[in-house]
T-cell receptor, first 112, second 111 residues
Framework: QKEVEQNSGPLSVPEGAIASLNCTYS??????FFWYRQYSGKSPELIMS????GDKEDGRFTAQLNKASQYVSLLIRDSQPSDSATYLC????????????FGKGTHLIIQP | EADIYQTPRYLVIGTGKKITLECSQT?????MYWYQQDPGMELHLIHY???????EKGDLSSESTVSRIRTEHFPLTLESARPSHTSQYLC??????????FGSGTRLTVV
């Protein structure tokens, strides 16, 4: 069974600091990796996608992928109170059912 | 602004009723999906479609059914609602190899 694991938190980070979110996945055939942000009661919104090993930067966000270790991370620099949300790691496998496999999410709290 | 719409946003309904959750997208996406999410839990894929007249079951077994008669429309139906169906239902779509776009969701409560 394909699994995506995340620390549920809450992860508390002071405003202006770097928030580091981690995710591991079980399916070595996974090809695509995504980070979504979900505010309470809202739908997920795409933050970053990453497909190859290494780092990918977009503004304050950096996604890191290490396929050998089956590990994905998201760094948020200069954290703002508006970044407080649940961050979902999602993985697209190479086979099986189409669609994404999600982790339970990490609840991030940015302290003003 | 998301171009994928779900109605109703909230639904409280009695046990045994038949319900249909609507999902429509105006982006011309071929692929559409239904996910189920319980509070504090991960999203689980319950149905997906590659295009018109294509429907497949997802990773999580569900008593719901779906249809895809038109590209833009992917409704989900429960023939007889039960309290165990209480959950949030999220619809998503994408082009082949594209990013997933989610609707606002339908929060269903069966009493």
């Amino acid at each position: 069974q394909k699994e995506v694991e995340q620390n549920s938190g809450p992860l508390s980070v002071p405003e202006g600091a770097i928030a580091s979110l981690n995710c591991t996945y079980s399916d070595r055939g996974s090809q695509s990796f995504f980070w979504y942000r979900q505010y309470s009661g809202k739908s997920p919104e795409l933050i970053m996608s990453i497909y190859s090993n290494g780092d990918k930067e977009d503004g304050r966000f950096t996604a890191q992928l290490n396929k050998a270790s089956q590990y994905v991370s998201l760094l948020i620099r200069d954290s703002q109170p508006s970044d407080s949300a649940t961050y979902l790691c999602a993985v697209k496998s190479g086979g099986g059912a189409d669609g994404l496999t999600f982790g339970k999410g990490t609840h991030l709290i940015i302290q003003p | 602004e998301a171009d994928i719409y779900q109605t109703p946003r909230y639904l409280v309904i009695g046990t045994g009723k038949k319900i249909t959750l609507e999902c429509s997208q105006t982006m011309g996406h071929d692929k559409m999906y239904w996910y189920q999410q319980d509070p504090g839990m991960e999203l689980h894929l319950i149905h997906y479609s590659y295009g018109v007249n294509s429907t497949e079951k997802g990773d999580l077994s569900s008593e719901s059914t779906v249809s895809r008669i038109r590209t833009e429309h992917f409704p989900l139906t429960l023939e007889s609602a039960r309290p165990s169906h209480t959950s949030q239902y999220l619809c998503a779509s994408r082009l082949d190899r594209g990013d997933y776009t989610f609707g606002s969701g339908t929060r269903l409560t069966v009493v």
